[in-house]
């Protein structure tokens, strides 16, 4: 499974952003250009998974990351992650995350940090980010009415 940098068409993987809108939010073709350009890391495998994580510096109004900024001095932000569903069960979640931890260490990252969506529900993320080391560290209620929990992985 060959992790690749976003240097191809964005339309296949935003699509895939957005056939999960629910979960991450729905992205038009500049706000998923502007995600991309201000990412830390953005890695995808294909057309089935891709990952966009930020850093403390990143131009980025996301209520969630700005909940982590206002806590950290430095950290990474993974904002949206999402697999296929035909690709699911393969790997490419995990195999994305490992990319992005050894980048974050390789820049002298100490926390990834991340949201998991608690009303609704997400149990298979929560079960994810449990098995790759995630840890609670917060909660909020967000303007849309959402509840996120808050989670961060030292490295």
């Excluded at 980010?129 to 808050?150: E, W």
């Amino acid at each position: 499974m060959k992790v690749l940098d976003f240097n191809t068409s964005l339309e296949p993987l935003r699509a895939l952003n957005n056939e999960y809108a629910q979960e991450l939010s729905f992205a038009d073709a500049p706000r998923f250009a502007h995600l991309v350009a201000q990412a830390f890391f953005a890695r995808h495998i294909g057309t089935s998974a891709f990952i966009i994580a930020f850093d403390e510096t990143a131009d980025y109004d996301s209520p969630n990351y700005l909940w982590f900024r206002a806590r950290f001095a430095r950290f990474v932000y993974v904002d949206r992650v999402v697999t296929a569903a035909a690709a699911r069960g393969q790997g490419c979640a995990a195999t994305l995350y490992n990319a992005l931890f050894e980048a974050a260490r390789a820049a002298g990252h100490e926390r990834i940090t991340c949201e998991v969506n608690a009303d609704p529900p997400n149990p298979a993320s929560d079960a994810f980010h449990a098995k790759m080391g995630f840890a609670p560290i917060g909660s909020a209620t967000l303007p849309n009415g959402k509840t996120v929990g808050y989670f961060a992985k030292s490295l």
